[in-house]
């Protein structure tokens, strides 16, 4: 087998694998290295101590483990039982958690010991979940994971049933909701051809948390079942993804903007220690890209590139560096011609090319998505056969999307609308700042008026005359109207490890009553 294409065309599985290249390594971490070979047997060892604890077809299984091989097991045992594993967020709450391993059905709880405290109060609440193992050490009210393991045979189970994976949604109005399906949708040719690890040739490093579904599917599912290997970093930093990817050689892996931000802005003389020649293709999504930072990456990786629209709900589009250099800011075009529109405010109106609205995209015939026992919510996502993910951009005379922010991001000031996304981009070349944030907060004349957030790069002071700086360059470069009315310096701006930034944070902590404004 030479490509993801034949690798997803005909079940391939780590038992596949094993048979095949039992040797290999399927998973490098700092917690331990599993071959195709082991990683098999434990996950066979698993699926039947799943089934011994009464873990059956289509019951949940909630998965709250660190970027370690263990958690690699567990996938792969789940997908061999029938079962529906949802991977939860460990920076939750024990509150937190334990609504999502009650709302998803558990009838497992897999937890780090890393995280016992919140493990074990998340399973108490959430008073389901008979089944509960400990990764890493005791936590308690778990039994130990290789204890579990070791009482079971690793040879490959006869009776392998096909399992799912629900995520669930980050929560940003409400409760977040399991984006739940029955069946797989078609996986386009465009994401196969793109997506190919050549069988003995390829190595995926996974910069993100495994919790997170662009990792998860983009740095785990689709290379394992590929045959490739892949190192999984415990926390990310520039350096260290720079010398993983010169020490293994790394051919394949996916970053997020702010990811590139910070690699750009490492000294010349870790640059130039770093062996990036190996890289055939780097991922990124998740979050709008500026132009001058992905241009720089691309100058200094080569066009290896590959930027895709997506959430947990579906995929919209691909762009190759080819393509974007074509069409500079562009997230891609969709396969098919009818798969994006753009309505307007009502969602009733689909809009000319270069007008601004709400994207919405093609459901698939076969796997479209609900959210887990919400009607209502499932229902208000959709218009006709389309849905939303509450993003705001236009296509182009061509065809090619350009997104400008999230509807819930939009500032409105006197009457205007306010893309921050488009100051943020302007802002995060300076070479004072590391990362921005640029939130609409309560003005008694304009209704709101624009605020950046701004952390700062090591060496630079906060000051006033650096904020005015700030203003005055974005001046030179936007409309008056869209540039910040105040510039406010934070030790940290509140990014999850994937790369997302929690705006609604900081909106409300602007928007607290005791709130300077």
Known sequence: MESFREAATSGMTPAF???????????????????????????????RALRARGVGPDDGVALMVSNRPEFVEVVAAVQRIGARLTPINWHLTAEEAAYIVDDCEAAAFVADARFAGVAADAGARAGAAPARLAVGGPIAGFEDYPDALAAEDPADIDDPIPGRTMFYTSGTTGRPKGVHRTEDPPRSDTAVALLAHPVGESLHLCTGPLYHAAPFSFSLAIPLVSGCGVVLMDAWSPEETLR???????????????????????????????????????LHGAAPCPVPVKQAIIDWWGPVVVEYYAATEGVGTWVTSEEWLRKPGTVGRPAEVDHIRILDDTGASELPPGEVGTVFLKAPTTGRFDYFKDPDKTEGSYRDDYYTMGDVGFLDEDGYLF??????????????????????????????VADVAVIGVPDDEW???????????????????????????????????????????????????????YKRRLRDQYRAPSSTQ
């Open 17 to 47: 694998w094993a048979a095949h290249q039992a040797d290999v390594a399927a998973v490098i971490s700092p917690h331990g290295d599993r071959t195709f070979g082991e990683l098999n047997a434990n996950a066979n060892r698993l699926a």
């Open 244 to 282: 993983l990817i010169t020490e293994h050689h790394v051919t394949h892996t996916h970053l997020v903007p702010i990811m590139f931000h910070r690699l750009l802005a490492v000294s010349e003389e870790v640059k130039a220690q770093a062996d990036v020649s190996s890289l055939r293709l780097v």
């Open 403 to 432: 997104l400008t922010d999230r509807s819930a991001n939009l500032i409105i000031s006197g009457g205007v609308n306010i893309y921050p996304a488009e100051v943020e981009a302007e802002l995060v070349v300076h070479p004072a």
């Open 447 to 501: 209704g709101e008026s624009v605020l950046a957030v701004v952390e700062l790069r090591p060496g630079q002071e906060a000051s006033d005359m650096l904020a005015a700086e700030l203003i005055e360059h974005c001046r030179a470069r936007l409309a008056r109207f869209k540039c910040p009315k105040r510039v406010d310096f934070i030790d940290q701006l509140p990014r999850s490890d994937a790369g997302k930034l």
